[in-house]
């Protein structure tokens, strides 16, 4: 059997923009529709100076980002998509100067919404520090080309 | 006013400025090309709007919560209600409840244009110094 176009673009897409270039994101794994990534622990990225835990805010995007790669898996291809909303519980402090790793799965896929859950952990997902429930929309760029948000906004109705 | 945002490292990295009007707290993230998730449109990465408005809303706790060394974020939810531009975030964060234990924060980003903003949040913060 060969991997899918979209399995060979996932480490890509996990760390090919210019923000999960910065933070270092780094492609792991997909393991049926299990798709995993990892963000290396970095002075710079986190929240509290005196526990050197990472922040709150770098997990959220961890959690975002992996649910994005879980909805291309889903869907066996690429295509321009946009989180619609994200709810993230934050469990437990991580560890300090541990990296994290996040798991994410789509399980369900409707016409226009994905929806995904997450979780981020040291070693094990049963064991987790925060855990995600978000959906996606899907085809989000319908009718908006390269360079759409170069222009006024513009909104329906006006 | 003490910038609580200006010791927290990932705060540095997002390039978070904070203006405070009274008990009002406005925080600015400016434009970085390292904030893109989306180069085609271009979007910034939801994530960096997210993490933009969590620590607003740190902030926001940390201001009337003096004793308190850092909040920490129970659970946050983000709505993302328009792409982000290439441009300056802005953020304010409203406490909807200051209790003993726990404080819900709504918080707001925009852009150009504060009636239209870009994304919500919602968050519970733990406020008490031994709990968890």
Same mark, same amino acid.
């Given at each position: 059997?060969s ?7 996932l480490?890509? +897409? @996990?760390?090919?923009? $210019?923000?999960?270039h910065?933070?270092g994101? %780094?492609?792991?794994? =997909?393991?049926? !529709?299990?798709v *995993? ?17 990472l ?10 980002h992996?649910?994005? +790669? @879980?909805?291309?898996? $889903?869907?066996d291809?690429?295509?321009?998509i %946009?989180?619609?909303? =994200?709810?993230? !519980?934050y469990? *437990?402090a991580a560890?300090p100067r ?9 399980f369900?896929?409707?016409h226009s919404?994905?929806?995904v859950?997450?979780?981020?952990f ?7 520090? $925060?855990?995600a ?7 989000s ?10 222009a006024p906004?513009r909104?329906?109705g006006? | 006013m003490?910038d ?14 904070t203006e ?28 960096s ?14 201001l ?6 850092l909040?920490?974020?129970?659970n ?9 531009r ?8 409203r ?6 234990r ?6 707001e980003?925009?852009?150009e ?5 870009i ?7 733990l ?6």
């Open positions: 059997m991997a899918s176009p979209l399995i060979s673009l480490p890509t +897409l @996990a760390t090919g923009a $210019a923000h999960t910065a933070l994101f %780094a492609y792991e794994s =997909l393991v049926g !529709d299990r *995993r990534i990892r963000v290396p622990w970095r002075e710079d990225l986190v929240g509290d100076p005196d526990t050197g835990v922040a709150g805010g770098l997990v959220t995007t961890l959690l975002d992996v649910g994005g +790669l @879980a909805v291309w898996v $889903a869907l291809r690429f295509e321009s %946009a989180t619609l909303d =994200l709810r993230v !519980d469990m *437990r560890r541990a990296d994290l790793i996040a798991e994410a799965r789509c369900r896929l409707t919404v994905a929806f859950r997450a979780w981020a040291e070693d094990h997902p049963d064991d987790p520090v $925060a855990a429930q978000s959906a996606y929309m899907l085809n760029s319908s009718g908006r080309g390269v360079g759409a948000n170069l906004r909104e329906a006006e | 003490s609580v945002l200006a010791d927290l490292p990932y705060a540095r990295f997002l390039g978070l400025t405070q009007d009274g008990d009002a707290l406005t925080v600015t993230m400016p434009f970085a090309d390292k904030l893109i998730g989306n180069p085609m449109l271009p979007a910034l990465h939801g994530g709007t997210a993490a933009m408005l969590e620590l607003t809303a740190v902030a926001q706790v940390a009337l919560y003096p004793r308190l060394k909040p920490r974020p129970i946050v939810t983000v709505a993302y209600l328009r792409s982000g290439p441009v300056d975030v802005h953020a304010r964060a406490i909807s409840k200051a209790g003993r726990v404080a819900h924060v709504q918080a980003a925009w852009q244009d504060e009636a239209q903003p994304a919500t949040l919602s968050a519970h913060f406020v008490a110094q031994l709990d968890l």
